[in-house]
């Protein structure tokens, strides 16, 4: 098999769900974040198995992702847009029965107009400056809004994977003010904000990468695992050099690996000549430059020749490779590539 080989763990993925569920009290739902595709890791699959543990609402991007969970999930499960209700969504909104998180005056107008009688939540900026209404839009539009009684209130922490962060502690007292006595069920937790403790909680959380198995969340389960086969090894001699540009040199005989797998299958390119690639528990560091489909690993340790080597495995998880990357996994997960040899674990889904 020439192509890399990932397993996504459905039955990881669920038990980190109830892992937070079991995070907040009783009264507190937990929701589903399963936005760009759940993550990288397959809405449809992702968010069945998410049901079946329990999950009762979802949230998505932009209308065009709902239609997939929709399908996968059939009736019954509610389904929230957090980009809100955009010029031309009106009928996938209708037909696929999503609710609009509306996110300004002109979405509330335009949303009151098209499809006055359907469900929609509302999101409110108490800080990030990035989606949602501020709070004097918001005071002018509020008892309006109110009267036509909102499935969801919602806004979001742009610092909660930090819990010394003050801004904290200011969105939660400004979203406080500005939902106080609304009687409508409130969000503000993702999974950063679950762990920050029961006064971000209120009647909705909604988790995306603690499910996933990346930080802020390090007792999650991991969920991905990525192998990579070998496809040829060599002996460098002293002074060699190898990968594009020539940006590795060999100052002793090193024996190089060549897998299968390189950024145009989102291993980063930045992990040139900083990244790890591991057979079992030893780790074999990446020498030169990723290529678009190829990736050279010093192996010159290894008493034998591995057939694969994983990026993404018990070894070095999502995390381990963000840092070395120099970026989250969120993009980790997000990059991870349609080239793969997909395969889903777990009774889940
Ligand atoms: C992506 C997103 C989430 C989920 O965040 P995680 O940090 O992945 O848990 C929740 N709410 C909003 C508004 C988001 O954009």
Known sequence: MGSGQLTIDLDA?????????????????????????????????????????????????????GAAIRDALGRGPEIYVFGGHMSGDTDMLHDLD?????NSIDQLTR????LPKSPFGVQLDTGMNRLGMEPAEWAAVRDLVLSRTPSLIMSHLASSDDPSSPQNKAQVQLFR?????????RSLA??????????????????????????????????????????????MLKGEVVGYS?????????????????YADGILRSLGNKGHLWAGNTACPIRGRVSMDLITADISHLTEQPKVLHLLGPSQGVD??????????????????????????????
């Open 13 to 65: 993925v669920a038990a980190n769900w109830k892992a937070l569920d079991a995070l907040t009290g009783g009264a507190c739902e937990t929701a589903a974040v399963v936005k760009a595709d759940g993550y990288g890791l397959g809405a449809s699959r992702v968010a069945r198995a998410l049901a079946h543990a329990g999950a009762r609402r979802f949230f998505v991007a932009v209308a065009e992702e």
């Open 98 to 102: 999503l609710i609009p998180m509306l």
């Open 111 to 114: 949303h009151f107009e098209a």
């Open 177 to 185: 003010e500005m939902t106080s006595g609304c009687g409508i069920p």
């Open 190 to 235: 993702a999974t950063g904000g679950i762990l920050l403790g029961p006064e971000y909680h209120f009647e909705l959380t909604r988790p995306g990468i603690g499910l996933y198995g990346g930080r802020p969340f390090t007792d999650a389960k991991a969920v991905v695992e990525l192998a990579l086969p070998v496809i040829q090894t060599r002996t």
């Open 246 to 262: 020539a940006t590795w040199e060999a100052s002793v005989d090193t024996q190089i690996a060549t897998v299968s797998g390189g």
């Open 320 to 349: 381990a490779v963000a840092d070395a990357a120099g970026t989250i996994a969120y993009e980790i997960l997000t990059s991870l590539g349609a080239r793969y040899t997909r395969r889903y674990s777990g009774r889940s889904g």
